[in-house]
Antibody, heavy 122, light 113 residues
Framework: EVQLVESGGGLVQPDRSLRLSCAAS????????MHWVRQAPGKGLEWVSG????????AYADSVKGRFTISRDNAKNSLYLQMNNLRPEDTALYYC???????????????WGQGTLVTVSS | DIVMTQSPDSLAVSLGERATINCKSS????????????LAWYQQKPGQPPKLLIY???TRESGVPDRFSGSGSGTDFTLTISSLQAEDVALYYC?????????FGGGTKVEIK
């Protein structure tokens, strides 16, 4: 059974940093691209960032470019999101998701975690 | 960026009746070299993460009931629930995975009338 378990969320002040993690199991991690998708309270889905199977391809939404960094450790079956210079508008539930094919585009998101909540407030 | 526009924002349908959700992309998501539309539909129930229903615009994910169907090509797509069941109450999102940034529609809330 595929499992994606996010952690690292919490309450953080504006301009501070936070690192999210996603532990994956139940599938061959390095066969899949991985993504972060967020959902602000009561709002829709926003793709944040994606990373290819070997970290060779990485992309970000314009809203986070230059502030967030996605990475993965295939040996640990883990995905990360380093979030710097956080803003109140980054407040959201952050999901990790996987997609087949190895590249961050070209495949739908087949499995999702339950999400970790990030609240940016003073 | 490819903008995905869904309509309606919400709809209320009687049990057993048909529900239709539309999704329009600002540019084609049909890749000519393989003739595939890079369009997916997701269902999100309250308090749950999204779940993949349909991909390549019309292929049902394993385990998805056949009352769910997807159609369309290029820039115009439709998700149809042929006979609405109580468990289908949810938000539905379309998504293009053709090119970065990967983008979602704004969502359609389906309720029981």
């Amino acid at each position: 059974e595929v499992q994606l378990v996010e952690s690292g969320g919490g309450l953080v002040q504006p301009d501070r940093s936070l690192r999210l993690s996603c532990a994956a199991s139940g599938f061959t991690f390095d066969d899949y691209a991985m993504h972060w998708v967020r959902q602000a309270p009561g709002k829709g889905l926003e793709w944040v960032s994606g990373i290819g199977w070997n970290s060779g391809g990485i992309a970000y939404a314009d809203s986070v470019k230059g502030r967030f960094t996605i990475s993965r450790d295939n040996a640990k079956n883990s995905l990360y999101l380093q979030m710097n210079n956080l803003r109140p508008e980054d407040t959201a539930l952050y999901y990790c998701a996987n997609s087949g094919g190895g590249s961050y585009s070209g495949q739908p998101f087949s499995s999702w975690g339950q999400g970790t909540l990030v609240t940016v407030s003073s | 960026d490819i903008v995905m526009t869904q309509s309606p924002d919400s709809l209320a349908v009687s049990l057993g009746e048909r529900a239709t959700i539309n999704c329009k992309s600002s540019q084609s998501v049909l890749y000519s070299s393989n003739n595939k539309n890079y369009l997916a539909w997701y269902q999100q129930k309250p308090g749950q993460p999204p779940k993949l229903l349909i991909y390549w615009a019309s292929t049902r994910e394993s385990g998805v009931p056949d009352r769910f169907s997807g159609s369309g090509s290029g820039t115009d797509f439709t998700l149809t629930i042929s006979s609405l069941q109580a468990e289908d109450v949810a938000l539905y999102y379309c998504q293009q995975y053709y090119t970065s940034p990967l983008t979602f529609g704004g969502g359609t809330k389906v309720e029981i009338k």
